[in-house]
């Protein structure tokens, strides 16, 4: 359970708690982990691999806001009056993770301050994600948005070469596949990612860096302070 920097975290005694109830299931690109307006059955820890958190535009559209990896859990809210779930949890990559029934979870919750105290730092991290996505949603250009998206799901992905279609980034950006087309072909002519069939790699993660809005960094520099960084896969 090393992989995912969430339960890294916790002391002997914590684990003790939830490793009795912890089991690995693999997962592929597109599957559903929960639904909005559900109940939360179970809660994720993303050993490899990311998931997108959709928020519903209408009834026929979403869009991410917010993406999670090895640095934290999926299924999960701080504090006692859990509600119904407000997002759809869809895996963005094949990958695999810890697993636990949220009764579970919550009966380990309830007896440890520590173990509240770091979901309130991953829910803090997701808030602070959540909100400069929004911002950048409204504000930023296409291109901008892209090389932010690319560089968030590259450091919870790892080594370079992502597997996505045009259509997959349309959704969760929001906009036309063929938006997304004429702008990831422009990042490609700088030179800063290789696009193939299926996937994208990219080339030049510092010029990424340097053409995505400046959300990326406010959200980087939110994890960094509160500790809260996933491990990303060597490639």
């Known amino acids: 359970m090393q992989n995912n920097t969430w339960l890294a975290s916790l002391g002997a005694d914590d684990l003790k708690r939830l490793e ?5 299931t693999r997962f592929s690109r597109g599957h559903v982990l929960h639904e909005a307006g559900e109940q939360a059955e179970a809660v994720w820890f993303p050993l490899e691999g990311a998931v997108s958190l959709l928020t519903a535009v209408d009834e026929s559209r979403a869009v991410e806001t917010g993406v999670v990896g090895t640095e934290g859990l999926v299924g999960a809210a701080c504090g006692p009056m859990n509600g119904a779930l407000m997002t759809r949890a869809v895996a963005q990559t094949d990958g695999q993770a810890a697993c636990i029934s949220s009764e579970a979870f919550s009966e380990a919750l309830a007896g440890s301050d520590t173990m509240r105290a770091a979901l309130a730092r991953h829910t803090e991290v997701l ?3 959540v909100q400069q996505i929004a911002a950048c949603n409204a504000q930023h250009l296409l291109e901008e948005r892209l090389a932010r998206w690319l560089l968030m799901l590259d450091d919870r992905v790892g080594g370079a070469r992502l597997n996505l279609t045009q259509q997959s980034i349309a959704d969760m950006l929001a906009v036309r596949r063929a938006t997304v087309s004429e702008v990831s072909a422009e990042l490609e002519r700088k030179g800063l990612i290789r696009r193939t069939r299926g996937a994208i790699q990219i080339v030049d993660r ?12 406010h959200v980087a520099k939110v994890m960094q302070e509160l500790d809260v960084q ?5 490639g």
């Not at 510092?206 to 960094?217: H, K, R, T, V």
Request: charged fraction near 20%; hydrophobic fraction near 40%; aromatic fraction near 8%.
């Open 127 to 129: 808030f602070a994600q």
């Open 20 to 24: 009795p109830h912890l089991s690995v």
């Open 230 to 234: 996933p491990r990303r896969a060597s």
């Open 206 to 217: 510092a010029a990424l860096e340097e053409a995505a809005c400046d959300c990326y960094g």
